[in-house]
C-alpha cells in the first residue's frame, strides 16, 4: 500500500446523506485516482487529477464529486445523489502517467 | 476503443505446478501493459510492467509475463505456485499513443492454489 492512506476502513452512509471519503499521499505524486471495485466488474474509474485544482470526470462520475486544493490529497464526496453507492472505494497516485499505487481501500456501505 | 480480457474468471492450480493467468488487449496503438495483485479487502499491488524493449519482464514474488505483440497478449507466470499466492490478479492497459488515456483494468482472475 505504500505511501497512500485511505480513511476510513469503513464507512456507512444513511438515505440522502453526503459522505467524504478521505485520500492522502506522501509520494510525491502529481496525479490521483479514485477508482470504484464492484464484485466482478473490476476498476471503473470515477474521477481522476493530474495537477492541483484540477480534476476530470471519469467512467462513472455521476454522483460524485472530488477537490484537489493540495498535491498530497484528493478527497471524495459520495452525494445523495450517487443511488447504489454500496463497493468498495479505491484511491491511487502515479508520478505522470507512469506506474499506479493505491491505498488500502475504503468500504462504503448503506443503511 | 481500448479493451482487456481476462478471458478466466478463477485458476486453480496446485501448489509446486505453474501457473498461467490469461490477458489479451486492444488498443489502437502501442501498449503499456501492468499486472496488479489484490488480496482480500486490500489495495492492488503493483507486480510487473510491460513499456519497451524485451518481451519477457519479470516482477515481484518470482511473477513473469510474457508480451506478445502477434497474439495481442500480456500472460502472468510463475514456474512454481505457493498457497500464498492465491488472491485476484488484474491485468490492465494503456495505449501509449494517447497522451491523457487512463488505465483501463481487466475483470480480474482469482487464482486458487491448493496444497
Known amino acids: 500500500d505504500g505511501g497512500i492512506t485511505q480513511s476510513p476502513k469503513y464507512l456507512f452512509r444513511k438515505e440522502g446523506q453526503n459522505v467524504t471519503l478521505s485520500c492522502e499521499q506522501n509520494?510525491?505524486?502529481?496525479?490521483m485516482y479514485w477508482y470504484r471495485q464492484d464484485p466482478g466488474q473490476g476498476l471503473r474509474l470515477i474521477y481522476y487529477?493530474?495537477?492541483?485544482?484540477?480534476?476530470q470526470k471519469g467512467d462513472i462520475a455521476e454522483g460524485y464529486s472530488v477537490s484537489r486544493e493540495k498535491k498530497e490529497s484528493f478527497p471524495l464526496t459520495v452525494t445523495s445523489a450517487q443511488k447504489n453507492p454500496t463497493a468498495f472505494y479505491l484511491c491511487?497516485?502515479?508520478?505522470?502517467?507512469?506506474?499506479?499505487?493505491f491505498g488500502p481501500g475504503t468500504r462504503l456501505l448503506v443503511l | 476503443a481500448q479493451s482487456v480480457a481476462q478471458p478466466e474468471d478463477q485458476v486453480n492450480v496446485a501448489e509446486g505446478n505453474p501457473l498461467t493467468v490469461k490477458c489479451t488487449y486492444s488498443v489502437s496503438g502501442n501498449p503499456y501493459l501492468f499486472w496488479y495483485v489484490q488480496y482480500p479487502n486490500r489495495g492492488l499491488q503493483f507486480l510487473l510492467k510491460?513499456?519497451?524493449?524485451?518481451?519477457l519482464v519479470k516482477g515481484s514474488y518470482g511473477f513473469e509475463a510474457e508480451f506478445n505483440k502477434s497474439q495481442t497478449s500480456f500472460h502472468l507466470k510463475k514456474p512454481s505456485a505457493l498457497v500464498s499466492d492465491s488472491a485476484l490478479y488484474f491485468c490492465?492497459?494503456?495505449?501509449?499513443?494517447?497522451?491523457?488515456?487512463?488505465?483501463?483494468f481487466g475483470k480480474g482472475t482469482k487464482l486458487s492454489v491448493k496444497p
Open positions: 487529477s493530474q495537477i492541483v485544482n484540477d480534476f
Open positions: 491511487a497516485s502515479s508520478m505522470g502517467w507512469e506506474t499506479q499505487y
Open positions: 510491460y513499456i519497451t524493449g524485451d518481451n
Open positions: 490492465a492497459v494503456r495505449d501509449r499513443a494517447r497522451s491523457q488515456g487512463n488505465l483501463i
Open positions: 509520494l510525491n505524486h502529481d496525479a
